[in-house]
């Protein structure tokens, strides 16, 4: 069955280190998705791509990066991470059609010491 | 700037109550809302509404867009503990495929 899957999915990590979440899907969508989940703030939007070569910067994009190399994979890094960062990523996948759903990974849970 | 507000912001309830959950939107170029819901884990799709006035139903769960006042409800009927979740409710525009979401309302059903 197709899916989308993240990893790891809890990371510790400390301020100042890089760090790099991965997601991949295997349903072939153009679309591919990250956000952060905090109390208070819901799910919002990190970067977006909508194909291999193709990234976009959402709503809260700062310390933040996204590559795309292949339909499969958008891995989402922290050049130098921050306490700040601390939260639940969310990795979503979405079909090029933009009235389409999008299909969540279950989340990592990265903690910035 | 692009606005969804969600409410109540929690609600508790017990099993066999019937609840509505809101979402209003300000946005441009609006093009469809979605519901979710939220486990322990990943969002998972319950509804789209593109049309006002249609009403979406799925077992006990209904939603229901008003493209004119700019909100849609969520209703659950006959709750039941298994329907404690977060639930969100976003927004696509005509201008791309991101989803803008609101920040959930959390449903606490007691037996």
């Known amino acids: 069955d197709a899916e989308i899957t993240q990893s790891p999915r809890h990371k510790i990590t400390e301020t100042g280190r890089q760090v790099t979440l991965a997601c991949h899907q295997t349903w072939n969508h153009n679309n591919m998705f990250w956000y952060r989940q905090d109390l208070g703030h819901g799910l919002r939007l990190i970067h977006y791509?909508?194909?291999?070569?193709?990234?976009n910067k959402g709503e809260v994009s700062d310390g933040y990066s996204v590559s795309r190399s292949n339909t499969e994979d958008l891995p989402l890094t922290l050049e130098s991470a921050a306490s700040s960062q601390t939260s639940v990523y969310f990795c979503a996948s979405s079909d090029r059609l933009s009235y389409n759903e999008q299909f969540f990974g279950p989340g990592t849970r990265l903690t910035v010491l | 700037e692009d606005k969804v507000v969600q409410s109540p912001l929690s609600l508790v309830v017990h099993e066999g109550d019937t609840v509505t959950l809101n979402c209003s939107y300000e946005v441009t170029n609006f093009r469809s809302l979605l519901w979710y819901k939220q486990e322990k884990k990943a969002p998972t799709f319950l509804f789209m509404l593109t049309s006002s006035g249609i009403e979406k139903k799925s077992g006990r769960l209904s939603s229901i867009l008003d493209k004119k006042e700019l909100f849609s409800i969520l209703n659950i009927t006959a709750t039941q503990t298994g329907d404690s979740a977060i639930y969100l409710c976003a927004v696509t525009l005509d201008a791309g495929n991101m989803l803008t979401f609101g920040g959930g309302t959390r449903l606490m059903v007691k037996p």
């Open positions: 791509s909508y194909g291999v070569q193709d990234t």
